[in-house]
Structure formats: structure tokens, C-alpha cells
């Protein structure tokens, strides 16, 4: 069978066209309006109709085309699924100038949001701002799924809904709100189903190590070192879907998977190996520069429509075998952010030389500064 040729509505209403001039039939009143030719036209459309709807359902069969719930169900023949994501949490600092003249209950479910409100929180316990204390501390998760609520320790909050008196000022407090992940996207899901199709895995090799990982929720990223401490030995190190190095939660959630007593043969691990599995290493990749604007934007809306490219760049080589951080593509990087010029005195971890990155570590974003 012959590759399918999907053809457009005027191809169609041509070849129509055509056949009947062939044919030398009586029938020649082919102009626009015409009766014949707009029957023409109504089949053709529907022709095409036939066409498009032929070529998508080729374009949803194969997971190098298709999208959305049907790649959802193809991952699945696999026992993959979409990572959903995770709502970021962590404490917030709630403050004020003088001690409290009395105590107030802040209940749990009391919302709070960034400045520009694109942020919201709730908090998870009943805690009490005691009289007599300035400052306390709430633990509080984002509404929303999504890496969006990962936020800087000191980034000002606002209070959202019903107030509690007391409270002045609101910030976050130390070490900042971490581990929310956005939904595991289309491309991200294909990337990680072809992986584990084309890792053919025998009886505990490291390709059936690393789809055992691939099938935990929430992992996006595998390095498998066999014995690593000796014979039996193997040492797992994981990815979350972001990218970034797999939270203690989700580390977990995989040692349970694959060898929950190691070399007992509990879990997917064949008896005798001793497995351990351990979040990859974070390197900090700190940028410095200065730029020349074309004097459409500020540094401030440069420097933040930058992040996300820089952010996208990591994780495009995060455990892909590209074991560097390239300095020219940082540049080139800045010089494609809406608003730039030129740029002078790039530095990337202080140096002007590509970046080395270890195995088993990840290059995460540092302090960007562009000035």
C-alpha cells in the first residue's frame, strides 16, 4: 500500500474538474455559480472533510505525531502515565512593626497572593499570632499545580479575602516556596514514552532500570550506575518532571517501586541487587551581564522574559548526554530576548568558558543578574 496522498479542497474540486472534460459529456457550464459547478464544490468539500479527518487519525496513531488524550492512551499501553504535576509549598512570614497587642487566630485556609495576584496561597493549619510577638510563621501550599508557585525566600505577599488584623506585612520565609511542578506536557510525555520504547530492557539490565523509574509519577529523568559500591550495587538517580533534582517525597516513591528492601527482590529489582536511589546533584549556573536595550522595555522585563528560555535550555540537556553548559548559547540566548541589542561582559560561573556537568548532577538556574 502506497503512502496516502491527503489532498486540499481545490486539488480535489480540479481532478472533478477534469474527469468530467474527459469524459466529453454535454455538461460544460463550469463557471463560478454555476449549478454544476456548485454542486461540484459541495462534494469536494465534503471530500476534503474526508481527507483531513483520514490524516489525523494517522497523525493520532503514532506518538511521534499524536497529542493530548490519545497520547495519554498510548503512553499507557505502556503503563506510563502524564505526570500531573505538584502544587508548590513551604512558610511564609506573617509580621508586623509592634508586638501584638493580643492574640488572633490565622485559620487554615486563609489566602494570601502575590502583589500581581498571579500567585495563590492557602495556608495548611491553624496558627495563632500570639500578643506580645511581632512575626509568625505559616505553612502554605499553591492553589494552582505548577512550577509558577516556586518563590524566592522575601518575595512580598498580600492578604486575599478576609484579613487578619494583626498582620502588616507578609513575605516568604526562608528557604522559599519549592517543589511545585507544572503538568507533564505533550512533548515532555512523548520524550519520556520514546525513551523507555527504545531502552529494550532483560531481566535487570540498566534500560529495565531505568523504565522501572520511568514508571513512577513524577520522575522525568534517569541515570542508572551499576555497582556503583561493589557487586549487586546499583545507584538510581532521579529527575522530577521539572527537570530539577527529585524531591526526598518522590525519591522515595521510586526506592518503593523498584526495591523497597533492597535485595530481597520486593519490589521490581531482581533478587540480590542492592539498589539506592538518590536525587541527582544540583550546579548552580550563575549569568552576569551587561546589556544595551533598544529602550522598549526595562532590565527588569528583560531580565524576567529571559529566565524562561534559560530555564528551557537546562532542561533540554538535563540528562540528555550533553554534558556542558554552553557559553555561546547563553549569549545567544540573551541577544534573542525581545528588547536587546548587544550585550558586553558575559560571565557564566564567574568564567567565560563552557560549564561541566557530572554525571549523576543537573545544571539548575543560579543568580541571573543583567544589567
Known amino acids: 500500500m502506497s503512502i496516502p496522498e491527503f489532498k486540499n479542497f481545490d486539488q480535489i474540486l480540479q481532478e472533478m474538474i477534469d474527469l468530467?472534460?474527459?469524459?466529453?459529456?454535454?455538461?460544460?457550464?463550469?463557471?463560478?455559480?454555476?449549478?454544476?459547478?456548485?454542486?461540484?464544490?459541495?462534494?469536494?468539500?465534503?471530500?476534503?472533510?474526508?481527507?483531513?479527518?483520514?490524516?489525523?487519525?494517522?497523525?493520532?496513531?503514532?506518538?511521534?505525531?499524536?497529542?493530548?488524550?490519545?497520547?495519554?492512551?498510548?503512553?499507557?499501553?505502556?503503563?506510563?502515565?502524564?505526570?500531573?504535576?505538584?502544587?508548590?509549598?513551604?512558610?511564609?512570614?506573617?509580621?508586623?512593626?509592634?508586638?501584638?497587642?493580643?492574640?488572633?487566630?490565622?485559620?487554615?485556609?486563609?489566602m494570601f497572593a502575590t502583589e500581581d495576584g498571579l500567585v495563590e496561597l492557602q495556608s495548611t493549619t491553624d496558627v495563632a499570632f500570639s500578643a506580645g510577638s511581632t512575626s509568625v510563621q505559616v505553612s502554605v501550599v499553591a492553589t494552582e499545580v505548577g512550577a509558577a508557585g516556586n518563590l524566592q525566600e522575601g518575595v512580598a505577599l498580600k492578604q486575599v479575602g478576609i484579613a487578619v488584623s494583626l498582620i502588616e506585612t507578609i513575605s516568604v520565609a526562608s528557604p522559599g516556596l519549592k517543589n511545585g511542578v507544572d503538568v507533564e506536557t505533550d512533548d515532555e510525555l512523548r520524550e519520556r514514552y520514546l525513551a523507555y520504547l527504545r531502552a529494550p530492557g532483560t531481566s535487570g539490565n540498566k534500560?529495565?532500570?531505568?523504565?522501572?523509574?520511568?514508571?513512577?509519577?513524577?520522575?522525568?529523568?534517569?541515570?542508572?550506575?551499576?555497582?556503583?559500591?561493589?557487586?549487586g550495587t546499583v545507584k538510581i538517580i532521579v529527575l522530577d518532571g521539572d527537570k530539577n533534582p527529585a524531591s526526598q517525597e518522590l525519591v522515595d516513591a521510586v526506592q518503593a517501586y523498584i526495591a523497597p528492601d533492597p535485595g530481597q527482590g520486593e519490589g521490581k529489582a531482581p533478587i540480590g541487587a542492592t539498589v539506592t536511589v538518590v536525587p541527582a546533584t544540583s550546579v548552580a549556573v550563575d549569568i552576569a551581564a551587561t546589556i544595551i536595550t533598544d529602550g522598549t522595555r526595562t532590565i527588569e522585563e528583560i531580565q524576567t522574559d529571559f529566565m524562561p528560555a534559560l530555564i528551557g535550555y537546562l532542561k533540554s540537556i538535563a540528562f540528555s548526554g550533553d554534558t556542558v553548559v554552553r557559553y555561546s548559547r547563553i549569549g545567544t540566548m540573551i541577544l534573542d530576548t525581545v528588547g536587546v541589542i548587544d550585550y558586553s561582559d558575559l560571565l557564566v560561573n564567574e568564567g567565560t568558558a563552557n560549564i561541566p556537568i557530572a554525571s549523576g548532577s543537573v545544571a539548575v538556574p543560579g543568580t541571573v543578574t543583567l544589567s
Open 207 to 231: 534500560a529495565d532500570y531505568v523504565k522501572w523509574a520511568l514508571e513512577v509519577d513524577g520522575v522525568g529523568g534517569v541515570q542508572v550506575i551499576p555497582l556503583w559500591s561493589g557487586r
Open 20 to 110: 468530467l472534460i474527459e469524459k466529453g459529456t454535454k455538461l460544460s457550464d463550469l463557471n463560478p455559480n454555476s449549478i454544476l459547478r456548485t454542486f461540484f464544490e459541495v462534494a469536494a468539500a465534503k471530500i476534503d472533510e474526508s481527507y483531513y479527518t483520514a490524516e489525523q487519525v494517522l497523525n493520532l496513531f503514532f506518538a511521534a505525531t499524536t497529542t493530548g488524550s490519545y497520547l495519554d492512551m498510548r503512553a499507557a499501553e505502556r503503563g506510563l502515565s502524564r505526570n500531573q504535576g505538584q502544587k508548590a509549598s513551604g512558610n511564609i512570614s506573617c509580621s508586623r512593626s509592634t508586638p501584638a497587642p493580643i492574640s488572633e487566630l490565622i485559620p487554615a485556609g486563609t
